[in-house]
């Protein structure tokens, strides 16, 4: 049986910083990474990174301001964002799949939870002004 395990979030004021971990169990894909939804909107791929060469995608919204990063032995990926605004505010999921997640995610694109095979329960982040 496949299990996605997310922790950290949480509350912080604008320009502050929280991070983000995942450990997969039960499933090696190509790609882990992070979405996000705030209320009212779709899904929207954060980051991702492939599992294999390590390499990094991002959204656009989040350039410069978060890092992805994994470590295969444990099967995790980790989420550290940095100046957080308010927009940044939403329940924020792991994911793992193929190629197609780390496509999606660098494309910020909007995705139904039947697009990717393996999600997370999400983690809450909240930005306050």
């Known amino acids: 049986q496949v299990q996605v395990t997310e922790s950290g979030g949480g509350s912080v004021q604008t320009g502050g910083s929280l991070n983000l971990s995942c450990v997969v169990t039960g499933y090696r894909g190509n790609c882990m990474g992070w979405f996000r939804q705030a209320p009212g909107k779709g899904r929207e791929g954060v980051a991702a990174?492939?599992?294999?060469?390590?390499?990094?995608y991002y959204a656009d919204s989040v350039k410069g301001r978060f890092t992805i990063s994994r470590d295969n032995d444990k099967n995790a990926v980790y989420l550290h964002m940095n100046s957080l605004e308010p927009e940044d505010t939403a329940m924020y999921y792991c994911?793992?799949?193929?190629?197609?997640?780390?496509?999606?995610?660098?494309?910020?694109?909007?995705?139904?939870?039947?697009?990717?095979?393996?999600w997370g329960r999400g983690t809450q982040v909240t930005v306050s002004s």
């Open positions: 994911a793992a799949d193929g190629h197609i997640l780390c496509v999606q995610a660098a494309a910020g694109s909007t995705v139904r939870s039947s697009d990717l095979q393996y």
């Open positions: 990174i492939a599992t294999a060469r390590g390499v990094q």
